[in-house]
T-cell receptor, first 118, second 113 residues
Framework: GAGVSQSPSNKVTEKGKDVELRCDPISGHTALYWYRQSLGQGLEFLIYFQGNSAPDKSGLPSDRFSAERTGGSVSTLTIQRTQQEDSAVYLC????????????????FGEGSRLTVL | KNQVEQSPQSLIILEGKNCTLQCNYTVSPFSNLRWYKQDTGRGPVSLTIMTFSENTKSNGRYTATLDADTKQSSLHITASQLSDSASYICVVSAPYNNNDMRFGAGTRLTVKP
């Protein structure tokens, strides 16, 4: 597709269950980011992948959170033993190159996966 | 303390009116500053980007300004439309590595008929 694709768009789960969220970035984009957005709040950085480099996991809130990026393309964010405070919208973004470059590096966001933990 | 502060937190204006959103940052040095628009239930979309050497950048009815000396940016919306109702997020990028971005909490704009 032309844009960043995320699935599922909505996920309702019970406390203690594991969930997987998927992100399919724009083809050719080497950088991929996961963010979390709680209701009415700003974006919280979770994890960043750049090419074949080791991911920057500094934003993951606990060891229940993990993410993979296979073949430099699709990424999966996994939340184990979900808690109610995990309820949020999880946004994925990709960039043609590192987004801090002076020449631009625009982030292209998906529509997000809304997670509700009951 | 967040390195990017946006004000106001929320704003309500009438259709056709102008408004200005503020972004103050302490990130230094920085490589660029972007304004994103996030419609309800959607992902953010980039409106403008400015490097430290640029003072103003326009995108249709949106005009962003930057004062690198005072570390302030503003987003001015002219002749607002109902479709401008959204959250506007200021993002400042530092040149340290490819992931050194600081996000503001956003300003929630509501345009009423």
């Amino acid at each position: 597709g032309a844009g960043v694709s995320q699935s599922p768009s909505n996920k309702v789960t019970e406390k203690g269950k594991d969930v997987e969220l998927r992100c399919d970035p724009i083809s050719g984009h080497t950088a991929l980011y996961w963010y979390r957005q709680s209701l009415g709040q700003g974006l919280e950085f979770l994890i960043y992948f750049q090419g074949n480099s080791a991911p920057d996991k500094s934003g993951l809130p606990s060891d229940r959170f993990s993410a993979e990026r296979t073949g430099g393309s699709v990424s999966t964010l996994t939340i184990q033993r979900t808690q109610q405070e995990d309820s949020a919208v999880y946004l994925c973004a990709s960039s043609r190159r590192g987004a801090t470059r002076a020449e631009g590096g625009e982030l292209f966001f998906g529509e997000g996966s809304r997670l509700t933990v009951l | 303390k967040n390195q990017v502060e946006q004000s106001p937190q929320s704003l309500i204006i009438l259709e056709g009116k102008n408004c200005t959103l503020q972004c103050n940052y302490t990130v230094s040095p920085f490589s660029n500053l972007r304004w994103y628009k996030q419609d309800t239930g959607r992902g953010p979309v980039s409106l403008t980007i400015m490097t430290f050497s640029e003072n103003t950048k326009s995108n249709g009815r949106y005009t962003a300004t930057l004062d690198a000396d005072t570390k302030q940016s503003s987003l001015h919306i002219t002749a607002s439309q109902l479709s401008d109702s959204a959250s506007y997020i200021c993002v400042v990028s530092a040149p340290y590595n490819n992931n050194d971005m600081r996000f503001g909490a956003g300003t929630r704009l509501t345009v009423k008929p």
